[in-house]
């Protein structure tokens, strides 16, 4: 059974900092990987999707990475905002499905200071 | 709107009533997911529909809940017997049926079981 794990649980860090949110997930054998974003009492909002076959993927200060093979993937975020405030979530598609049911960490609790 | 609706976003109701929660998803999105998060975890999947088909659901669906998609258009997602346990945000998500898309997710509906 595939387990998703997220460390830390919380961070809270100063207007302006570099961050690395990361993501271990027990079962290397995976389709995709995908980062969201969720502000308190919302939806979920994608930030990033991984093939199983890329390494990375950026989208404006965001960076992901991922490594299969040790069952890993790491969220850098650059310049970090107030804005950023928000729990960050990473989820995974195992291998060998057909559809797209994701496996989800238990979230890192970001919070920005001014 | 082109994004995924879910109505109503909140709900109070009391222990051992019946509740229905809708989703309507992406005109075009033939597959449409439910999952469940309760305060600090991750959403948990529990039930995947491709069309008017439901086509796997998870061990967390007990009885009580019940799952349709008349039509392959909106879904509903219905729970009997309200009990304190099911109090959760209920977060739909749909996607293309083209291999392993990307899933777009609604506002959730937050229930609260007084």
């Known amino acids: 059974k595939q387990e998703v794990t997220q460390i830390p649980a919380a961070l809270s860090v100063p207007e302006g900092e570099n961050l690395v949110l990361n993501c271990s997930f027990t079962d290397s054998a995976i389709y995709n990987l995908q980062w969201f974003r969720q502000d308190p009492g919302k939806g979920l909002t994608s930030l990033l999707l991984?093939?199983?076959?890329?390494r990375e993927q950026t989208s404006g200060r965001l960076n992901a990475s991922l490594d299969k093979s040790s069952g890993r993937s790491t969220l850098y975020i650059a310049a970090s905002q107030p804005g950023d405030s928000a729990t960050y979530l990473c989820?995974?598609?195992?291998?060998?499905?057909?559809?797209?049911?994701?496996?989800f960490g238990q979230g890192t609790i970001l919070t920005v200071h001014p | 709107d082109t994004g995924v609706s879910q109505n109503p976003r909140h709900k109070i109701t009391k222990r051992g009533q019946n509740v229905t929660f809708r989703c309507d998803p992406i005109?075009?999105?033939?597959?449409l997911y439910w999952y469940r998060q309760t305060l600090g975890q991750g959403p948990e999947f529990l039930t995947y529909f491709q069309n008017e088909a439901q086509l796997e659901k998870s061990r967390l669906l007990s009885d009580r809940f019940s799952a349709e998609r008349p039509k392959g258009s909106f879904s509903t997602l219905e729970i009997q017997r309200t009990e304190q346990g099911d109090s959760a945000m209920y977060l739909c998500a749909s996607s293309l049926a083209l291999g392993i898309e990307e899933q777009y997710f609604g506002p959730g509906t937050r229930l609260t079981v007084t």
């Open positions: 005109s075009e999105h033939n597959r």
């Open positions: 989820a995974v598609v195992s291998g060998g499905t057909s559809y797209g049911k994701l496996t």
């Open positions: 991984i093939q199983s076959s890329q």
